[in-house]
């Protein structure tokens, strides 16, 4: 199984005016820009999904819609609490363990640290290593069987940055 993991894009500040809750925040204009130049990279390299699940959160739902949009998938779109900030790494594990048909190629769409605490759990064991995933970053980890603890290898892991110079 593959796990690619990407955190949302550039978002519109807490306590922005017009916004009431985290949940509400959305992508800035420039934020959208970058995911469009990030799928188009993405697709540079040939990854593909069986399955993209994101946080229900505004700003991680446009970075899904945007890369679905990007490679044709609306349809393997889906939402998880699980995702979201406060989310529990271990339903979520327990979720993509028992969708049907296991899916091969996931992408995960969420929130720092939340992502940075999964990628560092399932690769070391534990969230005290150190993993930064910067706006619109995005990771792959690859497992034999995905559970929670030490069970997948970083293959790499690429800042927005990089994946504008791949277009």
């Keep these: 199984m593959n796990l690619y993991i990407l955190r949302h894009g550039i978002a519109v500040e807490r306590g922005e005016p017009g916004f009431k809750t985290d949940a509400d925040r959305p992508l800035t204009p420039k934020g959208k820009r970058q995911l469009r130049q990030i799928a188009a990279a993405m697709k540079n390299l040939e990854v593909h999904f069986d ?3 994101s ?3 505004r700003r991680a739902r446009q970075t899904a819609e945007i890369v679905a949009r990007g490679f ?8 998880s609490d699980e995702l979201a900030p406060d989310g529990n790494p271990k339903v979520l594990i327990r979720q993509l363990n ?3 048909p296991v899916p091969e190629n996931i992408l995960l769409v969420g929130h720092e ?3 940075s605490q999964l990628v560092a759990s399932l690769i070391s064991g534990t969230t005290a290593m150190s ?5 619109g970053g995005l990771g792959k980890l690859e497992t034999g069987t995905l559970r929670f603890g030490r069970c997948a290898t ?3 892991l690429l800042t927005p940055k990089q994946m504008k110079l791949m277009v």
């Design 98 to 100: 028992e969708w049907e």
């Design 154 to 156: 970083l293959a790499w």
């Design 131 to 135: 993993v930064v995933m910067k706006k």
């Design 55 to 57: 946080s229900p959160f």
């Design 72 to 79: 044709g998938l609306k349809q393997r779109l889906a939402f």
């Design 51 to 53: 399955l993209i699940l």
């Design 113 to 115: 640290p939340y992502l």
